[in-house]
């Protein structure tokens, strides 16, 4: 076998391994983390309503990491009411919650109960009917996409903290311990009420069957991650 054909074997071996991957809500939502801090930095107070800055990126491994989000969003199918065409952030300011429709309030208002119950809240707190679940919980999804933000900044700093040259010190222990204990199970706990109202259908998601249906960028993680080298 020729170097280049070793070359193109290694790809191709590459390329089905990556096929065989899947994508959980979890991942799916580190991921959405991810690009939200490439684009706002640490703070989502300058969020768009929509996507058409994304779209007019420069910058071939943010736009990559857009397409790839999108393909998710369009395997969920979670789409805004009366609406076909799916928005990054129209998803993010959890506008696919919006309803008129009594029996979808219902269930909106179902996944309310149950993220109450995962916070382990008394939902009569908060006088929320099922005539009104569809606001509150449009409401309810972007400020644990905020809070799951602020996590993600702190989980980023907490490791970066600790790969940094820093040894033994109180302060590196101090700050690894408490990303042990307590903000990976936050992120967790926040993860698992934002996937709730995502709905009952939200999944692992194999890649290979997004590539073939949704449009995800065939490209590995180790080739963004030279991407992401090539335009650093």
């Known amino acids: 076998m020729t170097r280049l054909n070793s070359i193109e074997s290694a ?38 309503h929509d996507d058409s800055e994304v779209l007019l990126l420069r910058n071939p491994p943010r736009k990559l990491r857009y397409h790839r989000l999108m393909a998710v969003l369009r395997a969920y199918k979670l789409f805004p009411r009366n609406s076909r065409k799916l ?4 998803f993010v300011r959890g506008l696919f919650l919006e309803t008129k429709r009594i029996e979808k309030q219902q269930k909106v208002y179902e996944r309310l109960l149950q993220v109450c ?15 009104f679940a569809s606001y509150a919980g449009v409401r309810l999804f972007y400020h644990l996409i905020e809070y799951r933000f602020a996590l993600h900044n702190v989980a980023d ?20 311990e408490m990303y042990k204990q307590y903000l990976q199970t936050m992120i967790d706990c926040t993860d698992q009420a934002l996937v709730c109202l995502m709905g009952e259908h939200i999944g692992p998601l194999v ?6 249906r949704y449009d995800y960028p065939p490209m590995t993680d180790d080739e963004l991650m030279n991407l992401d080298i090539a335009w650093f």
């Not at 071996?13 to 991810?34: C, K, V, Y």
């Not at 928005?87 to 129209?90: G, N, R, T, Y």
């Open 11 to 48: 790809k191709s071996t590459a390329l089905e391994d990556f096929r065989a991957q899947t994508i959980t809500p979890q991942r799916f939502m580190r991921n959405l983390m991810e690009f939200l801090s490439l684009i706002y930095g640490e703070s989502l107070s300058g969020l768009k």
């Open 87 to 90: 928005q990054l952030h129209a």
């Open 117 to 131: 119950r995962i916070g382990h809240l008394d939902v009569s707190r908060f006088g929320v009917g099922s005539q």
């Open 157 to 176: 700093w907490a490791v970066g903290y600790m790969c940094g040259n820093s040894g033994l010190s109180i302060a590196f222990a101090f700050s690894y």
């Open 207 to 212: 890649v290979g069957d997004l590539i073939d």
